[in-house]
């Protein structure tokens, strides 16, 4: 069945640090693909998303380009802040079905 | 901003009690989903509903679980008999599409506490 695997965490980075967290997908088909964040004692807001091969979504200085050779959507962020700090979730989308799939979160913490 | 709204916020029972758990959805939205959250773990799938039926449930989605659209706006999360195991965040969400590029747009969350 469908299912995203994602770079366990915590994640720990000094403010301005580069940021990558990883994340893999199975599905049938193209599904489209988000990442979520959740900030502390919030809901989970969409801070991107792509819909096709080759798309990258981007939102806030964060990046993921959706790779379907490699089967991977990796978020990424140049230069992270302390107001970064949240959990970070993968998600897909199948294109047959309403249900959408996350991965098990990646907590990041930017410390200053 | 259009956006999903839940309450309680938070709500503390009694084990063996009955909890009702309320969203008020997007307006113009037609998908409607029920996720949630054990403290520390994974975001996890309950239900999704459409056209006034539920189109996938998961296995933690037992007969202790209901869900319903009693009027326009609303959509409920019904739990019967609460146990400890189901202390947890839960989310709604909702959408605009059925498949393809459509997002989630998820509620606040209602902490369920259950001693």
């Known amino acids: 069945g469908d299912s995203v695997t994602q770079m366990e965490g915590p994640v720990t980075l000094s403010e301005e640090a580069f940021l990558t967290i990883n994340c893999t997908y199975t599905a049938t088909g193209y599904p489209s693909l988000f990442w979520y964040v959740q900030y502390p004692g919030e809901g989970l807001q969409l801070l991107l998303k792509?819909?096709?091969?080759?798309d990258k979504g981007s939102n806030k200085g964060f990046e993921a380009t959706y790779r379907k050779e490699t089967t991977s959507f990796h978020l990424e962020k140049g230069s992270v802040q302390v107001s970064d700090s949240a959990v970070y979730f993968c998600a897909l989308r199948a294109n047959t079905g309403n249900q959408f799939y996350f991965g098990t979160g990646t907590s990041l913490t930017v410390i200053p | 901003e259009p956006e999903v709204t839940q309450t309680p916020s938070h709500q503390v029972t009694q084990m063996g009690q009955e909890v009702i758990l309320r969203c008020v959805p997007i307006s113009n939205h037609l998908y409607f989903y029920w996720y949630r959250q054990i403290l520390g773990q994974k975001v996890e799938f309950l239900v999704s509903f459409y056209n006034n039926e539920i189109s996938e449930k998961s296995e933690i989605f037992d007969d202790q679980f209901s869900v319903e659209r009693p009027d326009g706006s609303n959509f409920t999360l019904k739990i019967r008999s609460t146990k400890l195991e189901d202390s947890a965040m839960y989310f709604c969400?909702?959408?605009?599409?059925?498949?393809?590029?459509?997002?989630?747009?998820f509620g606040e969350g209602s902490r369920l506490t259950v001693l």
């Open positions: 792509a819909t096709k091969a080759d």
């Open positions: 969400a909702s959408s605009d599409h059925r498949a393809g590029g459509g997002e989630l747009f």
